[in-house]
T-cell receptor, first 114, second 116 residues
Framework: DAKTTQPTSMDCAEGRAANLPCNHS???????VYWYRQIHSQGPQYIIH???NNETNEMASLIITEDRKSSTLILPHATLRDTAVYYC???????????????FGKGTLLTVNP | GAGVSQSPRYKVAKRGQDVALRCDPI?????LFWYQQALGQGPEFLTY????????KSGLPSDRFFAERPEGSVSTLKIQRTQQEDSAVYLC??????????????FGPGTRLTVL
């Protein structure tokens, strides 16, 4: 699986959009981009995933660049409860190999300030 | 609905003791995973079950670590002769389907193990 690079930490004001970047310059054509987050003292929580197209769900939006070498997770209106470590993960599509694994890095600690 | 549950939430063991950590996955979930998370680090894969079969145990750090899922539902992670370096949060996750890349994993709250 390709490796990812994320900033160690970021701050965001409550009510503003939080934009979390992720670089995955060695991503392969069959690898998806996943985002999970981990609130303090909880297990990781799935947020969103995508392959090529931008994706949106009730939690966030995922913007993937055309060359797929980077992506941005957008929380449109951050709240204090969004304070967490956010992990960007790339993962092979399809069956076979060990693509069932999630390979976490250190993630980005997002702190939402009042 | 009920999520993944783990027990105990906290465990303190003296070095050399054996411990057993329990995971109750979401009902009907075929796949079950164990991860280890050291302080300040992301979770690291330990082992994977599909139903009762342990298909991958490549992440288990030593032969003191043993996991089982005898009936394809509840799983137990056992650590024998605990060492201080085993201190970590042990996370269990389950998912519904194995062979599709976008199957999300649902995580439990973890068991924090402290070895004195």
């Amino acid at each position: 699986d390709a490796k990812t690079t994320q900033p160690t930490s970021m701050d965001c004001a409550e009510g503003r959009a939080a934009n979390l970047p992720c670089n995955h310059s060695t991503i392969s054509g069959n690898e998806y981009v996943y985002w999970y987050r981990q609130i303090h003292s909880q297990g990781p929580q799935y947020i969103i995933h995508g392959l090529k197209n931008n994706e949106t769900n009730e939690m966030a939006s995922l913007i993937i660049t055309e060359d797929r070498k980077s992506s941005t997770l957008i929380l449109p209106h951050a709240t204090l409860r969004d304070t967490a470590v956010y992990y960007c993960i790339v993962r092979v599509a399809g069956s076979g190999g060990s693509n069932y694994k999630l390979t976490f890095g250190k993630g980005t600690l997002l702190t939402v300030n009042p | 609905g009920a999520g993944v549950s783990q027990s105990p939430r906290y465990k303190v063991a003296k070095r050399g003791q054996d411990v057993a950590l329990r995971c109750d996955p979401i009902s009907g979930h075929v796949s079950l995973f164990w991860y280890q998370q050291a302080l300040g680090q992301g979770p690291e894969f330990l082992t994977y079950f599909q139903n009762e079969a342990q298909l991958d145990k490549s992440g288990l750090p030593s032969d003191r670590f043993f996991a089982e899922r005898p009936e394809g539902s509840v799983s137990t992670l056992k650590i024998q002769r605990t060492q201080q370096e085993d201190s970590a949060v042990y996370l269990c996750a389950s998912s519904l389907v194995r062979d599709r890349a976008y199957n999300e994993q649902f995580f439990g709250p973890g068991t924090r193990l402290t070895v004195l």
